[in-house]
């Protein structure tokens, strides 16, 4: 019989009618259940422009990102579903604080340039956690992360594009760019999770192949990716000890601030009480619509 661990050993998928360590189906209803409501939370920054866009073509532009990310949340409680677990049942543990959804999603967006810098940073930062997630030991997971990372490379260039033309547009317009860059970066290398030192679930998740490779390693190769496209763009990384060490082969950056990083994670971030209340009364006003959805499955049941 071929076991838990022989599929983990020989780089094999786990479904879910395999047996499993109770233990890696917490840790992936965890995963899986903070990936689904950062999907469906990270709508509420850029929802908040869709009315507000500068022309017809980015507001057709961010409405379609905006329902892309409903429809990611949808792929995984889907996939979390499949380890037995009900989405009411993760939406409760959403509303009531039992678990998370990423840090990044309690900032705010007070201009439109920052559309540009959360395409351009937030989901750039994504598909660099997100590419290796596609290998996930876990098979529902994995091929969620292969459509979602598509969609997210369409959101990234949107996003850069969106800033590329801001920062080659008027004075007022490349400083608005530069000021959303400014305010985007540090909380966009925070999404990769805290140091490798303090990560609690890193080493087993990497056992358990769940994880490919660790948050710091992660972070460094976003840094990488990130120098060379701000050149282009004509923004500056605000972060005074960027730069090149050839020694490591990698850009060197400044100290992050894991004390803000907690705080956020502990309900005390510029964006985390709105975004909650907001979350909770769109569920409550969505009430009529489970209702009729259940009062349907009845009646055809019969
Ligand atoms: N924010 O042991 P660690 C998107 C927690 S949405 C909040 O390293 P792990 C998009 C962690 O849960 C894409 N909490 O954990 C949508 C743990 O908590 P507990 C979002 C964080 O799981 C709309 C503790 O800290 N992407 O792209 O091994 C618009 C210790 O951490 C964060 C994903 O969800 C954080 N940033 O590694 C635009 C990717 N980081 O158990 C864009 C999937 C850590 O102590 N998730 N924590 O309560 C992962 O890859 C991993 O879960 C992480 C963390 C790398 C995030």
């Not at 997100?130 to 290998?135: I, K, N, S, Y």
């Not at 056992?207 to 990716?225: C, E, G, P, T, Y």
């Not at 992050?256 to 971030?269: N, Q, S, Y």
């Not at 009480?273 to 209702?291: F, N, P, Q, Y």
Request: hydrophobic residues 40%; glycine residues 8%.
């Amino acid at each position: 019989m071929v076991t838990f661990q022989d599929l983990i050993d020989a780089d094999e998928r786990v479904e879910p009618r395999d047996d499993m360590p109770e233990a890696y189906r917490t840790t992936l209803i965890r995963q899986i259940a903070q990936h689904a409501h950062s999907e469906i939370i990270g709508m509420q920054p850029e929802g908040s422009w869709i009315t507000r866009a500068p022309s017809l073509k980015r507001k057709a532009i961010l409405l379609a990102k905006v329902q892309d990310e409903a429809g990611h949340g949808l792929y995984l409680y889907g996939a979390a579903e499949t380890l037995g677990v009900a989405r009411e049942e993760l939406l409760d543990a959403l509303h009531d604080g039992r678990q998370r959804y990423s840090s990044i999603f309690n900032y705010p967006t007070p201009t439109w340039a920052d559309m540009g810098a959360i395409g351009w940073l937030v989901d750039g930062a994504a598909i660099v956690n997100q590419v290796p997630l596609c290998r996930c030991s876990y098979g529902p997971y994995a091929r969620a992360m292969v459509r979602i990372c598509k969609e997210e490379s369409f959101h990234q260039r949107q996003g850069y594009e969106l800033l590329h033309t801001l920062a080659h547009g008027t004075p007022e317009q490349k400083s608005m760019a530069q000021d959303a860059v400014d305010r985007w970066w540090w909380p966009s290398l925070m999404m990769f999770g805290p140091p490798d030192t303090e990560s609690t679930h890193s080493a087993q998740s990497m056992a358990w192949k769940i994880k490919r490779h660790s948050n710091d390693d992660l972070r460094q190769r976003f840094v990488d990716m990130c120098v060379p496209q701000a050149e282009i763009l004509g923004l500056t990384l605000p972060d005074p000890d960027l730069r090149w060490n050839a020694g490591r082969g990698h850009y060197d950056f400044g100290e992050i601030d894991w004390g803000e990083f907690k705080r956020v994670l502990a309900g005390d971030g510029p964006m985390n009480r709105e975004r909650m209340a907001h979350r909770k009364s769109a569920h409550d006003e969505g009430a009529w619509v489970r209702e009729a959805a259940r009062a349907y499955a009845a009646r055809s049941a019969r």
